[in-house]
């Protein structure tokens, strides 16, 4: 598994863009050019991966909806990139009989079923088209990637698969079904584009060992049926070729609620807390510009500014995980070097201006005309990186209006001590009842966190109190209906969940930046160093990644696809520990468990993990459904 | 990874077709056409599609020619070599003017579609689907471009070195000649153009058979001088180490005389301390009864007599471990010394 499932995904892609051939190498080599049609799915998969400008250099010219209007373009080869629903196989039918293109490349993003395939058929004869249609291809890349190391199953019905949909109380089987048979369809998926059959563990009596048990008998067929099995062949590689198998945890999102709650302090995930983010896009409302308005007073215009984080932006990679405060300390550093190196070439650009009249100019022509070229050549790449620090600079301004506005460096740290259960120095009824803290939201975030990681429940006369003040603040209360159901539910089950123990130091209020002087004034902003802990999946991932034996996951379920007769003893076979794991919380997870996993993925040399989830909520959706669940 | 059911597709297709003529629904107009995919559909050609290929081939077959001829062009041969293959510069010239008309003429070619498509009436998504075609086109066009540039600026970076080096040597031709000689050996090519530049003080590039005599032969000289350095050199550095190496043992042996020294001085010093005692001790029976002096005696000359000895083992192997050596018997030695010198006092007593 050397390559990421990024760049597994992207290369699929790629390949069936180059009409199902492997692309070339050449960089000349000569355009051909075709259409690309897709349905919402295959927009949601193809765009945090392929930007427009990619598209284009593979060749692309339109690229367009397939239930939009679209006219006839003539000896144009068209690919499409749709689901194989009634209603995408009907439009592609209508398309085959108004003979829109030259010849039709059908990519089905996960496999299609006989019956379809015969219409579509059908509909080719009826059209006399049946030569058109040069290829068909099952892609199975039904799964979202969002980074190298995290995917998400889709985006677009995501509300059939959410955590209210599977855990409301009045679910029916069928629906249960149908969201199991959805869920395991693109986990399939993800196993083909991976190469790799894993193991399976997963714990008891909910709904990730319906999945579970679902994956590992799709799987089993699958390999059982030796002529069509998607695991062998030469799609495999000598490249992939690991001796160990990676190893697939499932978790429910009922093992750990606070997490998706807790307010946070890394990068990425404040973005997605905090501002509209969405599957790599940002959209930031931007003010006209903070300086103070001309005298008239014109009221300050606001625009909504979109932007992409992709893995191209450098800055970006290496920053997304950090604290917040070395993110502002990062992009000043950016930004000096930025200025430095567009002085030197404005430099350059004197010096040679003045020496073209100089006779002499021949022997030094080749060390300057060396420099120029280089200048020339970097110019593009200076561009490119004013552009990232734009980016950021605008990015991280709006989060830090939302920290100074909401005071969520409190928030954090007040969580980071409950969920540590160290002690408190401030009472949640005083914060409650503050004003100025944060919004009613913020607050019902708190008090959820505090009643889920307390050992035991408030006392009435308390819980009225906190009532009290909670309505005061405008919270609505419906979600602590559920979450008292969810405790009772619990308690029964296992242990509370542990957060492990971390602290949280204040570095003291006057930073480095304040000093530099630097536009990220964060005076009055805590600058809070996070100290490493592991939140409960990544402790529940630890223990069965190294084979450690602890009461929480010691009866997990083991599945192993290869094996001839499935067991239903949860003894594992191989007690060595993994090189690999994918964790995949069903119920929704979110970018704080994702960094999580990043930062003990680092801890430990020569482990991979990957990090997947049914959807991807923050703290306000999760809210929203908890809010739902509450209420029925 | 994806799975081709494209020959699933076929077999689905046959299978309609055979339940189609099972129940009967088969129309006569249907029918499969041998090749009848591409039915007269209103595809003009030598429309835009047409053209736009065309121009395409174009620049692949300029693409292929600048590759073909690449390798001649950037002729990195040097002056030894006499390549048939050698293009000369006139050859050049004439490449560089045929690929530039050339891609003057595919640019054009690309505008004129441009502005032809700008009259068509088309929908907006043809419209659109043909800019980007023409913008595709571009781009391989500036490739290609591209290509020929890289081997032209190879080209006159090479000129203008050759240029830049010659302009280095003074005006006598002589000079020159060593020069460029210094210049060959690193295997420069040599151009024939630029002719007119090089008229006054310069170099004939053509050098005639003695002149590559004499330069070889200046060659060899120069050679042998810098191997006869060489192995100085290597002699000097055999020399230092030894001397280095010599040192080192040097001041070994002096740190271990500094160590005997010491310890020679210790006992010096214990000696006299003990000379000190002793004759303290003596000088106490003296002023008292000498009748034990016959017994002292005796065991005074026999114990003198081991002393002697073991002063002579002891001074023998000096290079033993001094302190190891001298302690033990250091103590009996010295007292043996006190007790020798008692005897001797008190034989003097008896004697006086």
Redesign the interface.
């Known amino acids: 598994m050397a390559a990421s499932i990024r760049e597994?995904q992207t290369a699929?892609l790629k390949?069936?863009l180059n009409f199902?051939a492997p692309p070339l190498k050449n960089?000349?080599a000569?355009?051909v050019?075709k259409?690309l049609i897709y349905d919402r799915f295959g927009q949601d998969i193809i765009s945090p991966l392929l930007s427009v400008k990619e598209l284009?250099?593979m060749?692309i010219?339109?690229h367009?909806l397939l239930h939009s209007d679209?006219?006839p373009?003539?000896?144009?080869p068209a690919i499409y990139f749709v689901m194989p629903t009634e209603e995408n196989i009907d439009r592609i039918c209508q398309d085959l009989r108004n003979?829109l293109y030259e010849s039709y490349y059908l990519?089905f993003i996960s496999?299609?079923s006989?019956s379809k395939?015969?219409d579509?058929?059908?509909a080719?004869?009826?059209a006399?088209?049946?030569?058109?249609?040069?290829?068909?291809?099952?892609?199975?890349?039904n799964f979202i990637t969002l980074e190298d190391d995290m995917f998400i199953l889709c985006n677009q019905n995501k509300e059939h698969i959410s955590y209210h949909a599977i855990n409301k109380p009045d679910i029916m089987d069928t629906d249960m079904e149908a969201i199991m048979d959805t869920i395991v369809d693109s986990l399939f998926c993800f196993f083909?584009?991976l190469?790799a059959v894993p193991i399976i563990r997963c714990p008891r009596g909910n709904a990730a060992e319906m999945v579970a048990v679902k994956l590992d008998k799709k799987l089993r067929e699958n390999l059982r049926d030796a002529r069509?099995s998607?695991f062998t062949g030469d799609?495999m590689g000598t490249g992939q070729f690991s001796f160990q198998r990676p190893l697939f945890v499932l978790a429910d999102r009922n093992v750990d609620l606070a997490t998706p709650l807790h307010h946070t302090w890394t990068y990425q995930a404040l973005i997605h807390d905090v501002l509209d983010f969405h599957l790599n896009r940002v959209s930031v409302d931007e003010s006209q510009g903070s300086e103070a308005s001309p005298a008239g007073a014109r009221p300050k215009k606001k625009n909504k500014k979109s932007y992409d984080l992709t893995g191209a932006d450098k800055f970006w990679q290496k920053h997304k995980g950090s604290p917040f405060p070395e993110v502002a300390e990062a992009v000043q550093e950016e930004l000096d070097t930025y200025r430095a190196q567009e002085d030197e070439v404005k430099r350059l650009k004197s010096i040679m201006g003045l020496e073209g009249e100089d006779d002499g100019a021949?022997?030094m022509?080749?060390d300057n005309t060396a420099k120029l070229t280089s200048a020339v050549s970097s110019l593009p790449e200076l561009l490119e990186k004013k552009r990232l620090i734009d980016l950021h600079t605008n990015v991280a301004t709006a989060v830090l209006d939302h920290i100074k506005s909401r005071k969520l460096d409190v928030y954090f740290e007040y969580e980071e001590k409950l969920m540590s259960k160290s002690t408190l120095d401030k009472s949640l009824l005083d914060i409650i009842s503050d004003p100025d803290a944060g919004t009613a939201e913020d607050k019902m975030r708190l008090f959820l966190i505090y009643y889920i990681t307390s050992q035991q429940p408030p006392s009435e006369a308390d819980l009225e109190q906190y009532k009290k003040a909670l309505v005061d603040a405008t919270c609505d209360l419906s979600s602590l209906n559920y979450i008292k159901q969810w405790k009772a539910f619990t308690k029964m089950a296992a242990t509370p969940a542990n957060y492990g123990s971390s602290g949280v130091k204040p570095m003291g209020l006057f930073s480095r930046v304040m000093n530099t002087g630097s536009q990220f004034v964060m005076e009055g902003v805590k600058n809070l160093v996070l100290k490493q802990h592991n939140l409960p999946v990544t402790r529940i991932l630890d223990n069965l990644m190294e084979m450690k034996s602890n009461p929480e996951t010691d009866d997990y379920r083991y599945f192993d696809p290869k094996m001839l007769r499935g067991s239903e003893s949860s003894i594992p076979r191989n007690k060595n520990p993994f090189q690999e794991a994918i964790v995949f919380v069903v119920g929704g997870g979110n970018y704080i468990e994702y960094q999580n996993l990043v930062d003990y993925t680092k801890a430990r040399q020569g482990k991979r993990v990957l990090y997947g989830c049914s959807e991807l909520f923050n703290a306000a959706q999760f809210m929203k459904q908890l809010s739902q669940l509450g209420q029925k | 990874m994806a799975a081709d059911i494209t020959l699933l597709f076929k077999a689905s297709v046959k299978t309609v077709k055979t339940r189609n003529k099972a129940l009967g629904l088969i129309d006569s107009s249907i029918r499969e056409e041998p090749g009848g995919a591409k039915r007269a559909r209103p595809r003009a050609r030598d429309g835009f599609g047409g053209r736009a290929r065309e121009v395409i081939s174009n620049i692949s077959k300029l693409k292929d020619f600048l590759l073909q001829h690449r390798k001649e062009y950037v002729n990195a041969g040097g002056v030894m070599c006499s390549d048939v293959s050698r293009m000369t510069d006139s050859e050049r010239d004439q490449i560089d003017q045929d690929a530039q008309i050339f891609m003057r003429t595919c640019a054009d070619a690309i505008g004129q579609l441009r502005s032809d498509k700008g009259k068509q009436v088309v929908s907006a998504q043809v419209r659109d689907h043909r800019a980007a075609v023409l913008d595709l086109i571009e781009a391989y066009l500036k490739g290609v471009c591209k290509l020929y540039s890289e081997q032209r600026a190879v080209r006159v970076k090479r000129v203008v070195d050759k240029k830049r080096l010659s302009r280095l040597e003074p005006e006598q031709i002589s000079h020159d000649k060593q020069q460029s000689d210094g210049e060959e050996n690193n295997d420069k090519p040599v151009s024939d153009g630029n002719v007119d530049l090089w008229e006054d003080n310069r170099v004939e590039d053509d050098l005639s058979p003695e002149e590559i005599q004499m330069f070889e032969q200046e060659n060899q000289r120069l050679v042998g001088e810098m191997n006869s350095l060489l192995d100085e050199v290597r002699h000097i550095e055999g020399k230092v180490v030894e001397i280095s190496r010599l040192q080192e043992i040097f001041s070994e042996k002096v740190l271990q005389q500094e160590t005997e020294i010491d310890s020679i001085h210790q006992l010096v010093v214990g000696a006299t301390e003990n000379v000190k005692e002793g004759n303290e001790d003596i000088r106490e029976p003296l002023h008292g009864v000498p009748e034990s002096s016959a017994a002292g005696h005796m065991t005074g000359s026999s114990v003198l007599g081991v002393g002697v000895v073991l002063q002579g083992f002891h001074g023998s192997s000096p290079q033993r471990s001094a302190a190891e050596l001298l302690g033990a018997p250091a103590g009996v030695c010295v007292c043996v010394c006190a007790a020798a010198v008692s005897a001797a006092v008190s034989a003097q007593d008896r004697g006086a």
């Open positions: 597994k699929a390949r069936m199902n960089t000349t000569e355009p050019w259409v284009r250099d060749g010219t339109l367009l679209r006219d373009i003539p000896d144009v003979q990519n496999a299609i006989r395939l015969e579509i058929a059908s080719a004869l009826a006399n088209a049946v030569n058109l249609v040069t290829k068909v291809f099952d892609q199975y890349l083909v584009t190469g069509n998607l799609t021949i022997s022509l080749s």
